[in-house]
Nanobody, 121 residues
Framework: QLRLVESGGGLVQAGDSLRLSCAVS????????VAWFRQATGKEREFVAV????????NYADSVKARFTISGDNAKNTVYLQMNSLKPEDTAVYYC??????????????WGQGTQVTVSS
């Protein structure tokens, strides 16, 4: 059973940066695509970024492109989300998920518990 644990969230000001980590255990990271999703209060969960199983490809939501970077270290079984130039609208609970390379939450079988990111103006 794959287990994902997010960390790195917090309260920051607009324009600041944060790096989220997703530690994967119980399986081999290189066999899964890993994505980040986020859910703001009162809104549906939305796709943020995905890293392919081999790390060669990544895709981003338009709202975060050029500000966020997804990366991974297969040796450490960890995927990261570097978030720069944060905006108040980035405030949400961020989840990492492992499964099929996709922008759709239903394609991901394994999920972490989430980490809160709050950006103040």
């Amino acid at each position: 059973q794959l287990r994902l644990v997010e960390s790195g969230g917090g309260l920051v000001q607009a324009g600041d940066s944060l790096r989220l980590s997703c530690a994967v255990s119980g399986g081999i990271l290189s066999t899964y695509a890993v994505a980040w999703f986020r859910q703001a209060t009162g809104k549906e969960r939305e796709f943020v970024a995905v890293r392919s199983w081999n790390g060669y490809n990544s895709n981003y939501a338009d709202s975060v492109k050029a500000r966020f970077t997804i990366s991974g270290d297969n040796a450490k079984n960890t995927v990261y989300l570097q978030m720069n130039s944060l905006k108040p609208e980035d405030t949400a609970v961020y989840y990492c998920a492992a499964g099929k390379d996709s922008r759709y939450a239903n394609d991901y079988e394994y999920w972490g518990q989430g980490t809160q990111v709050t950006v103040s103006s």
